[in-house]
């Protein structure tokens, strides 16, 4: 019996096409697509002190970036996907994403608000908010 919850649980993790294994399987993810030098949805919600996984695919056929400091200062944050992460004083500044390419955030949000981020690629004017309640 033991055996075969083992199989099954092999098999689960086998069928998940992403790095998500054991214990964040369990996390909530939301998927912004960044298409025609938009990002879509333009608003997502997150829940404050809730762990998420709030994903970029670029879909287009260019470079965009995710700027996003304010929020990412104090959260709890690991960084994956694909993506170039640049640095500053501060942290992390931003991460470029390459065409067909995907980056993940994985945060805990440690305060409420609304939090603008953009694509500061030259002549990209793309704006959008996260919303954390
Ligand atoms: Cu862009």
């Not at 996907?81 to 931003?94: D, M, S, T, V």
Request: charged residues 20%; negative net charge.
């Amino acid at each position: 019996m033991r055996g075969s919850v083992g199989f099954i649980c092999l098999a689960l993790a086998l069928a998940i096409p992403t790095s998500a294994f054991s214990s964040e399987i369990e996390t909530e993810s939301i998927t912004v697509d960044i298409r025609g030098r938009a990002f879509i949805p333009n608003r997502v919600l997150l829940r404050h002190n809730q762990g998420i996984v709030l994903r970029f695919r670029n879909l287009d056929t260019e470079l965009h970036s995710v700027v996003v400091k304010d929020l990412f200062f104090n959260a709890d944050l690991n960084v994956g996907g694909n993506g170039a992460q640049e640095f500053g004083p501060e942290g992390l500044k931003r991460v470029i994403v390459p065409p067909d390419g995907l980056i993940e955030f994985r945060l805990t949000p440690a305060r409420t608000g609304t939090f603008s981020y953009l694509c500061d690629m030259p002549g990209h004017d793309m704006k959008a908010v996260i919303v954390v309640e």
